[in-house]
C-alpha cells in the first residue's frame, strides 16, 4: 500500500475497484507472516453484507474514500469461497494467488504460508500502540493452537413477492320492475242543449218519431318501449399498502461448557 496503517483503521473502510464501483466494506485484515503487514482483506457483500470475500492489498491504497484495490468487482465476485476464519492455510491463499493471478509470496522456514487475521476481534487487544513483535506474535500462535468453535444461528430475511390473489369479474344481467306513470286522457260525453223557439211557426211542426246519431271519441293510453343507454362501468385497479407483521422460527446454537461432575454452565 501507499502507506503503512494500521489493520484497525482499515475495517469497515469502503473498497473500491479501479473503475470507482463500490464492492462493500472490510470486515477482516489479514497479515502477512513475514512482513507483518496487511496482505488481504475481506469485503462484506451480498445481502445485508452476509458474504465475506478476500480481496488482496498488492498495489492497493487508502484515502478519504476508502480503500482502493488493484481488482475489479466481477474478480472479487468470482473468487474462492473461503471461510474468514481467522487463519488461511497454505491451500487457500494458493487459491486466491492464483485466482488474482498474483505471484506467490515465500514461504515460511517450515513452508507454511501464514496470513493470521487481525480484525475487528484483535484490533482492540492488548496495550495501545503495541507493536506486532515476538510477544504478540506468541500470542497469536498461542491462540491458533487452542481448540475453537463456531456458532451458527439462522436469520429471517423478509421480502415481498406480487402474487395472484384472484379474479373479478364487471359483468351486467337484466331485471325486470314495475313502473307506473299518469298519463291524462279524455273523452267525449253527449248533452243535451235545449234551445227555446220563440217564433212559432218558422219551422215545420209535425209529431213523428226521429233520431239522431252522433259518434263520440276517447283517448286510450299507448305504451310503447325503446332501449337508451344511461350509464357506463369498468374496472380499475389500485394499490393498497397495508403493515403485516411477519413472524417465523430460527434456530439458533448455544455455547455451554460442561465439567466432569456433568455441571452445565452457558456461555
Known sequence: MAKTMQPQELIDSAVVDPTGN????VGNVYLADATRQPEWITVKTGLFGTKESFVPLSGAHA???GVHVR???DAVSDAPRIEADGHLSMEESAQLYKHYGLPMPR???????DDRMQGRG???RGKAGMDPGKRADSGRKDRDTEPTMTRSEERLNVGTEQVETGHVRLRKYVVTEEQQVTVPVSHEEVRIEREPITKPGGERAEIAEDE???VLHAEKPVVDKETVAVERARLKTETV???QTISGKVRKEQFEVVDDEGKHRKS
Open 71 to 73: 481488482v475489479d468487482k
Open 241 to 243: 399498502t397495508e403493515d
Open 22 to 25: 463500490k464492492l462493500g466494506k
Open 107 to 113: 514461504t515460511s522456514p517450515d513452508g507454511r504460508m
Open 122 to 124: 484483535d484490533a482492540g
Open 63 to 65: 484515502d478519504q474514500d
Open 212 to 214: 239522431q246519431e252522433v
